[in-house]
């Protein structure tokens, strides 16, 4: 019993993170453009290692009925080929989305060309006492 929950749990939890970061990189698509979508593809790949893990669990015994004992071992070899090609797809579009280069950011404010901003202003000290009289022309 424990080892059934145990079979379970881990693919469950694992398919738990993968969902969460479909969920995160949908959302930063905006932000991080193709990157994000690779990232997404990459969590995709990983929640259907776990999903099938998960069923492989759940469907063991009535695969082994089904297939026999003897057969049992082709099965799941089959199965640790797709679980190993799922996993290492999944981890290496989550490599490929973290090198992959971003699209420039734009920068806040007006980006017009021609656009120059008005330099500051002088400036003046708040006392009246230390600004020098205006000079005026002498005839």
Same mark, same amino acid.
């Given at each position: 019993?424990?080892? !059934?929950?145990?079979?379970?749990?881990?693919p469950?939890?694992? !398919?738990?993170?993968? @969902?969460?970061?479909?969920?995160?990189t949908?959302?930063?698509?905006?932000a991080?453009?193709r @990157?994000?979508v690779?990232?997404? %593809?990459?969590?995709? *790949?990983?929640? %259907?290692?776990? =999903? =099938? /893990?998960?069923? #492989?669990a759940?469907? %063991?015994?009535?695969?082994?009925?089904?297939?026999?004992l003897?057969?049992?071992?082709? &099965?799941?070899?089959?199965?640790?080929? =797709?679980?190993?090609l799922?996993?290492?797809?999944?981890? *290496?579009? %989550?490599?490929?989305? &973290?090198?992959?280069?971003?699209? $420039?950011q $734009?920068?806040?404010?007006?980006?017009q060309?021609?656009?120059?901003? #008005?330099?500051?202003? $002088?400036?003046?000290? $708040? /006392?009246?006492?230390w600004? /020098?009289?205006?000079?005026?022309?002498?005839?």
């Amino acid at each position: 019993m424990a080892g !059934t929950f145990l079979s379970m749990l881990l693919p469950f939890l694992s !398919t738990v993170v993968a @969902a969460v970061g479909i969920v995160l990189t949908a959302r930063g698509r905006g932000a991080h453009g193709r @990157a994000a979508v690779i990232g997404m %593809l990459g969590c995709v *790949a990983l929640l %259907l290692n776990g =999903l =099938l /893990q998960i069923l #492989q669990a759940i469907l %063991l015994n009535v695969v082994i009925e089904s297939v026999g004992l003897a057969a049992m071992g082709i &099965v799941i070899m089959v199965l640790n080929l =797709l679980y190993f090609l799922l996993t290492t797809t999944g981890v *290496a579009l %989550l490599i490929w989305a &973290v090198v992959a280069r971003r699209a $420039p950011q $734009p920068q806040p404010g007006p980006q017009q060309p021609g656009w120059h901003q #008005q330099p500051p202003a $002088p400036y003046q000290h $708040p /006392q009246q006492g230390w600004q /020098q009289p205006p000079s005026y022309p002498s005839r």
